[in-house]
């Protein structure tokens, strides 16, 4: 649950790409060719199984026109969420502030 009282998915970078390119009626298979990346690397991404580099923003960038600062910025939001709904990490953090609360 998320603090809103319902479930919550992060949204990947990707998935925006994925819904811009859709959009614009580009395929996949034809801007990994142009910006010279490995197709199956590419549709990872868009998926969600890879994350979104720098370097990837920044071709985003110059393909699409979206904002390098805004993808990086949505891949780093996207990690903190799943680190957060991430089971083990919590107790492990809750552990860690019980044993830092008695300094």
Do not use: W
Request: proline letters at 6%.
């Amino acid at each position: 649950m998320s603090e809103l009282g319902f479930p919550f998915r992060p949204y990947h970078p990707g998935e925006l790409l994925k819904e811009e390119l859709a959009c614009r009626r580009l395929s996949q298979k034809a801007v990994a060719k142009q910006l010279g990346l490995p197709y199956t690397a590419f549709n990872e991404i868009l998926n969600g199984k890879r994350p979104v580099t720098t370097e990837f923003a920044l071709l985003m960038e110059a393909a699409l026109g979206l904002p390098a600062y805004m993808l990086a910025g949505m891949q780093t939001d996207y990690n903190l969420q799943t680190a957060q709904n991430d089971g083990k990490l919590s107790k492990r953090l809750a552990e860690i502030r019980q044993m830092t609360a008695i300094l």
